[in-house]
Each structure stands twice: as C-alpha cells, then as structure tokens.
C-alpha cells in the first residue's frame, strides 16, 4: 500500500553572501574575484534561490577586483532572474559600494558609511634619504616611462601628470557604473562623485541607498515570515586558523586597519 506523504512548504529560500574585508589581489585582501567566484556561483546555483543578499562591510580596495566581483553578481542575476538586495554593516566604501550597487537594492543601517566614489593613489618618497646615508640609486632602463614614480629617485613633473591622468579615467569608470545602476534614484548634486562619505540615513535622502533595513527583519518582510537563509562567505584556510602564518598576518592586518581606519572604523 502506497502512502502519499502531505507536502511540507520549506518557505522561499535566500542565499546570503557576505563579503567583508578590503578587496584586492594581495596581503589581508579578503576580496578578489578568484577567491569568491565559486563562492558567488554557488550561491546563485545550489538550491534555487528567491533572492541573493549581499551582506558588505568593506572600505574598499581594488577598483578592477571590484568590476569585476559586480560584474560577476550583475551577470549570474541577469542569467537567472534573481534579485539581489545589498546589506551594509559598518562601511561600503569606495570599491566596497561598488559592490553594494551591483545589488537592485542597497539597504543600511542608521550609521553606516556610504560613498567614498572616488580614486586614490599612495605611495612614498625616499630619495632624500638615500642622499643622507651616501646611497646612489641607479636605474637603467629602455623606454622612458619606465621609471615613472620610482619611489627612490625625485618626483618628475610628467610622471604626476600621467598618473593623474590614469587616476581621472578610473574615476570615470567607477561614477559611470554608479550612475548605470542607481539612475534617477541618485540626488542631482555633483558632491556624490567626489570621494566624500555619508552616514546610512544621510545616504537614503542622497539616493546612494534605498533605506534603512537589516538583513533578516527586511528579507522577512520581503519574502514572508517562512523564508530560509543559506550563508555563504570565504574561509579561512587550516594553516591561518592554527597562526601558521603568524608574522605575515600581523602586518597585513595592520594594512586592512589602516583601511577600515580612514573611516573612524
């Protein structure tokens, strides 16, 4: 004898990913694109989700890791009809809101940083030491612009002027990408694009962000009191969790510091 078995509703599912930490190729990056693709694919692909919320906490970093990261989100979403809500904890900056506005929505907290859509450079300059302790820097290359902002030698004129140069297009990349996605919702004021921050409330009147909401009450009243949350984000390998890697970890925790720092974090 055949038994029918009454079907059990599971409530609609929403994979959530977080994504925190500075972003790039190197050091304590915790974000580049190789590192998280098969997480980011996973997530849209393992057990039909509703909706895809990306949970950010990020000062930023790499502008390329952080095109391309969006432009993997934004492609799967395309590719599946699935819609992604964007959730920031204390800080999506810089490429960190890049990333928040591969989202359809972005959703903050009351004092959450928001912004940064700008483009910086760092480095320093040690000619003046070399000189002191009687080191000659000597340099021999083939191509004139090989050279250029060798931190040992003195700062040249044209070399400032091509970077700044390099610096202006990515900056046109990046307000152009804000722009694509967050469209007539953005505030008519040209201050969005000049590397200031704002706090979570101040964002919503901008038009940076929808509103204030967090992740599980905002997907609750999204997808109703039954939805299911799969989490996923990146581990840390078995060689980081027992200090293996001690030294190299405490110097690059200082760097991602000094990052989450520029925003009072």
Known sequence: ????????DRGPLVAVIRLNGAIGTGGRA?????????????????????????????????PVQS?????????LAEEKAIPVHAFVEDVAASGGYWLAASADDIWV?????VGSIGVISAGFGAHVLLAR????????????????????LPEKEEDVKRLKSLLDQ???????????????????RQDLFTGEFWLGARAVELGLVDGVGHVVPKLKALYGDKVRFARYGKKRGLFQRFGATMAQDAIDTIEERAAFARFGL
Do not use: C, W
């Open 1 to 8: 004898m055949k038994l029918s078995l009454p079907l059990v």
């Open 170 to 188: 990515m900056h046109e990349t990046f307000t152009a990408y804000i722009k694509s996605r967050r469209g007539d919702r953005l505030a008519d």
């Open 30 to 62: 915790q974000l580049n694109d190789e590192a998280m693709a098969p997480i980011i694919e996973k997530a849209f692909k393992r057990g039909k989700p509703k909706a895809v919320a990306l949970v950010i906490n990020s000062p930023g970093g790499s």
């Open 67 to 75: 095109s391309l990261i969006a432009a993997r989100i934004r492609r």
């Open 109 to 113: 907290d009351d004092s959450s940083i």
């Open 133 to 152: 302790q009687g080191v000659e820097r000597r340099v021999y290359t083939a191509g004139k612009s090989k050279s250029m902002l060798d931190p040992f």
